[in-house]
């Protein structure tokens, strides 16, 4: 019980510091929405509630239980994914506070990253024989943008809104999720751009190997997680490869799909919004593309 209400009261500041902290669309309405907080709040949780209708529509005439399904962890494993998971979410919740105190604008783009990773990850191709579907993770772009830490809590949020209104996943395998999607794919993307960058390499490669790297590694990581908890008393490497390789079909080209987004996304703000990405710490003032 007592573990039941931890997570509930985590749930809980997930949802109320960032679900609804969308920020308007138009990008140079980004940082000036000090000038009217109430206007720009108002704004962005209609946006977000637009973009789960949307969402909805387009994925309820199949069921497939995207990311991992419900049910298909044993308790222990699953328990031990969750015990995983909440260090980083606590401490992304912790981040987040931290950050919007210091400045004001920085929790709509925080909400806005929830709704790009929501959207972006709402696409489910089923891989039946692994027991879960691909999809791309956005977790790539929200990485770069916001650092690792946030982006593993407005993945958490992500992940918690399909688990509840769109039967994406399920809630026993939440925490499995998160640490995949979330843990391994922001840190992948994060690091891959930070390194590529250090290396001198340019936005549009860093972005697109980020792209990549934060889409793959969030399937190895599920690849690991499925392998530990269905093996029973088999050997858990045998399994594990046969089902990363039953993702490949079709995370393959998800991932490099996903790399050119990013690298895109990554780009287009550096060429209208330079000033965004020298806030956010992506890019230095006066930094070559």
Known sequence: ??????????????????AFAVIPACPESFFDFQKDSRRALLAGMTMFR????????FTSSDAYAMHISEGILPFNWAALWFAVAIPFVAFGLYRLKKLSNADISFKPLVGLMAAIVFVISCMPIPVPTAGTCSHPAGTGISGILVGPTISILVTAVALLIQALFLAHGGLSTWGADIVSMGVAGSFA?????????????????????????????????????????????????????????????????LGILEGAMTAGMVVLLYKKRPDLLVKMGVVRTGEAL
């Not at 019980?1 to 960032?18: E, V």
């Not at 637009?50 to 529509?57: M, R, S």
């Not at 029973?232 to 045998?238: A, I, K, R, T, Y």
């Open 189 to 253: 993307g994060y690091l891959t751009f930070r390194g590529l960058r250090a290396l001198k390499a340019n936005l549009w490669i860093a972005g697109f190997m980020a792209g990549i790297l934060a889409d793959w590694a969030t399937y190895t990581t599920t690849s690991i997680e499925l392998a530990s908890g269905i093996r029973g008393d088999s050997p858990f490497m045998p399994l594990f490869w046969k089902i990363l390789i039953a993702f490949i079909p079709t995370q393959l080209p």
């Open 1 to 18: 019980m007592k573990i039941q209400n931890s997570i509930f009261n985590i749930t809980k500041k997930i949802i109320s510091q960032t």
């Open 50 to 57: 637009y973009l789960l209708v949307i969402a909805i529509c």
